[in-house]
């Protein structure tokens, strides 16, 4: 407190008001001054794709498809090959 009525006297005749007392009327009055803002678009939040957006994610997509099946593909050539030379992979793994 500061001004002409925070002299000893004065501050002695008002003490400051209990914590929860000043929270509870910030509290109120943040509730009443606080302005309705329009809430924050995020690229999420729209129902479909934008239209600028759509090459790229195609081609997003179509870049993890490949990655995934090519993954699929790699692993199924690498089994028939140690098929093929009568190696197991677990006993592969236990040299290791």
Known sequence: MSGPD?????????????????????????GVYTEAAPEPRFLGDEPTVPEKFEPQIRRLETRLKTHEEGTEAVEQALDRILDAFG???EASETKK
């Open 6 to 30: 925070a002299t000893p006297e004065k501050l002695s005749e008002n003490p400051p008001l209990p914590e929860s007392v000043r929270d509870h009327l910030g509290h109120e009055l943040r």
């Open 87 to 89: 190696v197991t992979p």
